[in-house]
C-alpha cells in the first residue's frame, strides 16, 4: 500500500484530529505518547516522513498538521459531521482498536509465513507465534466481533472501511498462513514489496482453469509414476528418487510456461542428485530407453569416445522443446556429487549466452535443503547476482526441501529459521510451499518467474515435501528418523493425494485418472524393453559448436599463433593512445609512453604488453575476450592498468576496445573476494561460449585452494567425465620472493597430480613472448584444453624477462623448453652440468651465472626451462638433452622438495635419460628441503636460503 493511502486511511473519520494531535506531539516528543501510538507512527515509515516534512512546512512557513491532514483527507472534509456525541473515551477506544489492528496486519505481512501450513506430514508444530496473537496487540476474545475501523485501502483483502477482527484474522490467514509462506517485507526495494503486496493480498482461492488442473495431474502421473516404475524395475539400485518431491516437476513445467510466455529463449539448469532422473526424462525430454539403458550399466558415449564418463544421476543433457506454442532450449549442467558446486557453472554459462546474443535466457538452480544451507558457496553465488561481472538478469531458486540431509534433521543443519534464509543477501524474495499442494505450488511459480521478469533479481521458491525412502534407495530412513518415517508410509503419494482432490472437485474422475496412470506405465514398459537393444549414436545434447571440436583421440591439431607485423603496430598505438578530453593520470601517460617506445623499438616488449598483444590480436580476429578476478583491471602488481579512469569523471576507458571499429570485444571486470563460485563461473562460460577466451586471475596464486573444487570435479576432469571441453585460462601468481607462506605458491604439484589423458595444460612460463603464444594457442587449435599458468609477479618488471618483438611475428609459436639462449655456449659437449629449471628461478640462476662468469671464467653450466610441464613435452626436451652427452642433470627448483615440479619430473627426466642411452639416467635435486609451509615468513631467511641454491644449482 502507497504510504499517502496509509495516511488516508488511519487520519481519516472521526480518529482523524485525535490522531492527529497525538501524531503532533509524538512529532515533538516520542516519549510523549503511548507506545502503541509510538510503534504506529513508527510504522508509517515512509509517510511519516511525508507527514512530518508537510507538518513542518517550509522553514519560513510553519504549517499546523491539522491543515495538512484536512488537505490529505478531503473526503472526510466533505462527509457531514455525525451529530451523535463521542465520548474522549470511546474515540480512544477506537484509535486504539485501529492501531493494533493495523499492527496485526503488518505483522502477519512479516511473519504470517511462521504459521503457514507448509508441512505435507503435518509434523511440524504451527504455533501461533506472539507476533500474530490478537492478545499481544490487547485484543481478547470478546473483541472478535467487535467493528473496527481499518479503512478501505490497507489491504486488498480488506475492502471495507471496517472490518471485524474476525473478519480480519480470517483474510490474513488465508492470504499469509495456508499452503504458501511469503517472506518479502525486508526487501529494501518498496516497489518489489508493493508489487509483491499486491499479487500475494489479491490472490484468493487459487482457481485453475480446468485443462490447467488435468496438466498438473497428468505431470505428477508421470513424476510419480517413472519413481514407481524404477522402484520395482531396479530393486535396490540407486537413483535418489524425487518420490515425496513430486511436485519438484510441475514446478518446473510451470516456470517453463511462464517462462516462454516472455519469450526466454533458453533455461539452464543446475541441481543435485536427487530427482535429477525424472527432471531429464519428464521436464527436459531424455528418452526414456536412454535412461533405462544407463540403468542396465550403459554409457551415454556412443563408442569409440574414451573418458571415464559418469554415473547416469550426474549426467547433464540438452534438448530444444515446443511449449506453448514456443520454442525454448532447456538444459541441464553434469554435475559432480560435490553439491552447489554447479550453481555457478550454470551462471557463467547463463551469462556467456546472455553476452552473446540478445535474447533473453535463464539461470534456474535446484537445490537440497540441507545443502542450501550449509554449502558457503550458495553465499558466493548469491552475492554475485546483481555484480555488473556476474548478473544474468535474475536466477529462480528451487530448494527440494525433502525435510532431511542425508540423516540429519533440519535442526541439524541450519541456524537459520529457514533453510533458505541466505538468500535474503541477493535481496531474494523468499516463497515457502507446501509440496503436496500442487496448484499453489504452479501459481507460486508463474508468480517468480513474473517477479524476475520485472525486477531481473533472484527469486527462492523453497518446496516443502517428504522424502519416501532413505538417502537413496538402498538406505533405511527407519532407523534414523523412525517418526517421520513412520507418518511418510501412511501419507498417500502426490499422484494420490491429486488424482482424489480432482475427482472430489469432479474434474476427473478416480478411474479416468488410473488409466492414463497404467498407460504411462505401459510407456515406460515399452521403453524398458527396447532399452535392452539400445545403442548410443549421437550426441545431440552437446551443442552445435562444441560438436565441431575434436575430443581426446581424436585428430586434434594447433594452429599457428603468430601476427603479422601490421597487427602489432595496430595494437600498439590501442595500447598507447586515449580517447581525446580523457583526463589521464600522469604516470600513466608515462607507461602508455613506454608501450609506444617498446612498439617503435621492436625491443623490451615486457609481460603486460605481451598479454594485450594476444588479447588485442584475438580480438581483432573476432573472439572476444573475458578476464575476471580481484582487482584484474589495474593487476595485483599495477602491472596491467588495462582500464584507465578518467581522473575527473572516473570514467573507464578499455584501451583493447579502441583498436579497429570492426573487432570483437574485451571485458574485464574485478570480481568480488570470491574464488569459488567466480571461478566455477568463468568454467561455466567456458564451456558455453567455445570462440572467446575467458580467463580468470587470482590475487596470489595460494587462494585458488578456495576453489579447489572447481579444480578437482570440474577443470581436470569435465572432459573426462562428461565431454565438456574448456578453453579456460587460470592465472595463478606464484614464485619464492619473500613473502611468506601464503604469497608464494600457487601449488603447482597439486595441479601436476591432477595431471593425466592430456586434461589440461599447465604452465611456468619464462618469456613473455612465451606467455602471448600460449593464450592464442587456446584459440588458434581444433579442440578446448584448460590452462593453468604459475603466472609471474616481479618478473612482470624484470629487465630480462622481456622479449623483442619478433618473437609474436612470422613463424614464432609457443616453446614447451627452452634450451640456453647464451650464444657463448658453442661447445655444447664441454658442458658439464645441465640445470634444468622453470619459471622465475631461472632468471637467479642466470643472473647469479653471470656474476660467477666473472669471478670464474667458467661456461661448463648451462640452463633449460621447461616452460610446460603438461603435457610433458618429452620429445622436445629430449631433443635438448641431447646436445648435452657429457653433463650431468639437475633439476633446480625454489619450492621445497615435496612441493613445485620436482616429484613430477624426476621420473619423466630419468626416463628420457635411459631412452636416450644418456651416459647419465641420475637427475639431482636442488631446492629446498621438504617443509610443512611452502615458503618462510622471513625475509632474511627466504635471501639466504634462495642464494644457497642457486649456488647449489651452479655448482658453487
Ligand atoms: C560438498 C558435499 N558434501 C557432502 C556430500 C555428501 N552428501 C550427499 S547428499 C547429502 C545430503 C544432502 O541433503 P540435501 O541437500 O537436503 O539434499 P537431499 O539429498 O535430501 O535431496 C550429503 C551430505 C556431498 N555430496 N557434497
Redesign the pocket.
Known sequence: MAAKDQIESIFSGSNGAYLADLYAQWVENPESVDPSFSDLFMMLDDAHNIIVKDARGASWSPRPLTDILHDIDEKAASTPQKTTQITHVQIEAAVHDSIRAIALINAYRNFGHQYAQLDPLKLAHRILVADLDPKTYGFAAQDMDRPIFVGNKIASFLPKEIHTLSEIIAGLQRVYCRSIAWEYIYLQDLEQRHWLMQKIESQGVINLAIEDKKRILQQITEAVGLENFCQKRYVGVKR?GLDG?EVTIPALHALIRQAVQYDVQSISMGM????RLNVLTNVIGKSFTALFYEFSGGSYKPEGISGAADVKYHLGYRKTVEVAGKTIELSMAFN??????VGAVVEGQVRAEQDRSSNKHLAVIL?????????GVVYEILAMSQLPAYQTGGSIHIV???????T?VPEE?SSGYY?TDVAKVARAPIIHVNGDDPEAVVKVMQLAVAFRERFSTDVVVDLVCY?RHG?NETDEPVFTQPVMTQAIRKHDNLYKVYADKLAKEGVISFAESEANWNEFQEYLQESYVVAQNYRVNEMEWIAKEWQEMKFRGQDRQNFSTAISHDIVQKIGKALSSYAEGFDCHPKLIRQLEVKAQMFSTGVGIDWATAEALAFGSLLVEGYPVRLTGQDCQRGTFSHRNAVLFDQKTQQPYVLLNHIQPEQAKIDIYNSHLSEFAVLGFEYGYSCTNANALILWEAQFGDFVNSAQ?IIDQFISAGESKWLQMSGLVMLLPHAQEGQGAEHSSARLERFLQLCAEDNMQICNLTTPANYFHALRRQLKRNYRQPLVIMSPKSLLRHKLAQSPLSGFTDQTQFLPVIDEVDPTVTDKEAIKRVVICSGKVYYDLLMRRLELRCELQSEQITLVRLEQFYPFPASELAEILSGYPNAEMVWCQEEPENMGGWNFVDRKIEKILREMNHKTSFVKYVGRLSAASPATGLASVYKAEQATLVDQALDH
Do not use: V
Not at 272 to 275: E, K, L, M, V
Not at 369 to 374: C, I, L, Q, V
Open positions: 535418489f518431491a543435485a542428485h536427487r530427482g559432480p556429487s560435490h553439491l552447489e558446486a537445490h537440497g535443503d540441507a545443502a542450501f544451507a550449509g554449502q527440494i526441501n525433502n525435510q532431511i540431509g542425508f540429519t543443519s533453510c522424502r538417502h573444487i
